[in-house]
């Protein structure tokens, strides 16, 4: 059973830092690339950042010089540092991740979601 487990979203003011963390519960598997996405009420599912098994990251241009991405290998954990935030990145936050199994009857990759975390920012 693989559960991923997303915290630290709240209420900011603009200019405010958030963290967002998202750790990979579970055993007998590897992860591969992990990522951040925003969706709001009714709207599609855009990517915010994305990093790779050995660390190399994009950010989605908005984001850029604002927010970091980063995992912990060692504990599963995935990150998103949020600096000099603005009211327009209010949304829901959404952590994935691409999995493989150790079990060969598990073939292939699968995609994984967190519940979602609210990031609210005021002007």
């Known amino acids: 059973q693989v559960q991923l487990v997303e915290s630290g979203g709240g209420l900011v003011q603009a200019g405010g830092s958030l963290r967002l963390s998202c750790e990979v519960l579970g055993s007998g598997f590897s992860i591969n690339h992990m990522a951040w996405y925003r969706q709001g009420p009714g709207k599609q599912r855009p990517l915010v950042a994305h990093i790779t098994r050995d660390g190399s990251t994009n950010y989605r241009d908005s984001v850029k010089g604002r927010f970091t991405i980063s995992r912990d290998n060692a504990k599963n954990i995935l990150y998103l540092q949020m600096n000099d935030l603005k009211p327009e990145d209010t949304d829901v936050y959404y952590c994935?991740?691409?999995?493989?199994?150790?079990?060969?009857?598990?073939?292939?990759?699968?995609?994984?979601w967190g519940q979602g975390t609210q990031v609210t920012v005021s002007s």
């Open positions: 994935n991740a691409d999995l493989t199994f150790a079990n060969p009857y598990y073939y292939g990759s699968y995609d994984y």
